[in-house]
């Protein structure tokens, strides 16, 4: 397999010193990327998390083609399109009922960011001092500012330290523990703080920690009873990764502020929504301009990404999406369950369509080389995954066959073999 070394591209999240080089990609088609040798590689991790019915999916893919012909990108300000309407109203049908407005933006990252200044920007035009934001332990919720500041004070973000803003945090409900976090949250929210932000169920990049539905309900019922507001971060967690389109389904809760991406267009193109609350919209509406509300970009809903978006939620409206997403949950399941017992692994977890299980090394953190050796070797057997330090997780598009996870399991129970502190 052949890298490309002599390149100016600096790529995201990797130390070239330690990865000078990387595959050049050719073609992508249903779970498989095939590079320009032909070396062809299973995408276990949807290529960060983004791709979910599949690669190239001809559904999404007609979609983009037909709006290239008519509209490429407009100011979105004083003007608007269809394909943007239309997904905005459909969106507000889907997503739980009280998310009454839509406001776009061109990734996770940003979505998250609008929602922190939406919180902001509703208490400061009622009148209200409150400033203060909450957050869980190991979250990670983006890399510009804001959300740095929102996420765990970490190897992400150290170099930044000055810039970030105190954020209160709540610790992470591990299981028997979850008292510690109600307390700490209920101290907070007394307190007159802003809002509390949180990835319902599932921590993404802060190690695939996992909590359950009553916890998040809890969580929920804390915030509004001292009126604050409630933002579910649902970038990673939102079109059926935990087995619901939303993972807020499942507490039966309705956000202040949510959040999503990634699978927003299928993954195909880059799009993000924060959708919010009629109060949280009405904060903003007045004579005054001062009182508007002020972020942007350039690219703000834009027509070719609306567009596969729109494609993306017709395939979400035909019963075989939903059926595929169940019946990966299951697959899952049944394949994790094998490590349940072994020794050389722990706390194997599973929720929906993602696995996640922790190989038992020591001297094992984020920034150890142990992940870029465990990249590496599942690289050599065909296989994208990227662990977190020691933590692997799968979570693949939802076309993956049963045999094809077959090989994902296959190879992480060899690389147990070869990289864990008590492998047999």
């Not at 983004?50 to 559904?59: L, S």
């Not at 009148?127 to 203060?132: C, E, H």
């Not at 972020?295 to 409206?317: R, Y």
């Amino acid at each position: 397999m052949s890298l490309v070394t002599d390149s100016p591209v600096w790529r995201p999240f990797t130390q070239h010193a330690l990865q000078p080089g990387a595959y050049k990609i050719a073609h992508a088609e249903g779970a498989w990327l095939t590079a320009e040798d032909g070396t062809r590689f299973l995408d276990a991790i949807s290529s960060w998390w983004v791709i979910t019915h599949g690669h190239r999916h001809p559904e999404i893919m007609a979609a983009i083609r037909r709006q290239t012909e008519t509209l490429d990108q407009i100011i979105f300000a004083g003007f608007t399109h269809e394909p943007a309407e239309a997904l905005a109203r459909r969106l507000v049908e889907i997503t739980p009922e009280g998310l009454d407005y839509v406001f776009y933006s061109d990734s996770g990252s940003t979505a998250v960011e609008v929602a922190i200044k939406m919180a902001l920007g509703y208490w400061r035009n009622r009148g209200l001092s409150r400033r203060r934001v909450i957050a869980m332990e190991h979250a990670y919720h983006g890399d510009t500012v804001g959300t740095m500041s929102a996420g765990a004070r970490s190897v992400f973000n150290a170099p930044y330290e000055p810039l970030l803003f105190d954020v209160a945090r709540v610790p992470f409900p591990a299981r028997g523990a979850e008292q510690a976090t109600f307390d700490a949250l209920e101290a907070f929210c007394r307190d007159g703080a802003a809002a509390f932000i949180v990835e319902p169920l599932i921590l993404g990049a802060g190690g695939m920690l996992t909590y359950g539905a009553p916890v998040l309900a809890e969580m929920k019922r804390i915030c509004e009873a001292h009126g604050v507001l409630f933002i579910a971060d649902e970038v990673m967690t939102g079109f059926g990764r935990t087995g619901t389109l939303f993972a807020c389904e499942q507490a039966g809760i309705v956000p202040d502020i949510a959040c999503y991406s990634k699978g927003l267009t299928g993954g195909s193109v880059p799009l993000a929504v924060t959708m919010c609350a009629r109060e949280i919209y009405d904060a903003h509406y007045a004579p005054e301009r001062a009182r508007a509300f002020f972020h942007s970009s350039s690219f703000t809903a834009n027509p070719i990404g609306c567009a596969a978006a729109l494609a993306n939620l017709g395939i979400w409206e035909k019963a075989d999406a939903r059926a595929r997403v169940a019946q990966l949950a299951a697959m899952q399941a049944e394949r994790a369950a094998r490590f349940v017992d072994d020794p050389r692994f722990a706390d194997v977890r599973h929720l929906g369509t993602i696995v996640a299980l922790d190989l038992d090394v020591a001297h094992s953190g984020y920034a150890s080389t142990l992940s870029l050796d465990l990249m590496r070797f599942f690289n050599t057997r065909g296989l994208l995954l990227r662990p977190l330090g020691p933590t692997i997780y799968v979570l693949p598009p939802y076309c993956v066959t049963a045999g094809e996870l077959d090989g994902v399991y296959e190879a992480i129970g060899a690389a147990a073999d070869q990289f864990a502190s008590r492998a047999v």
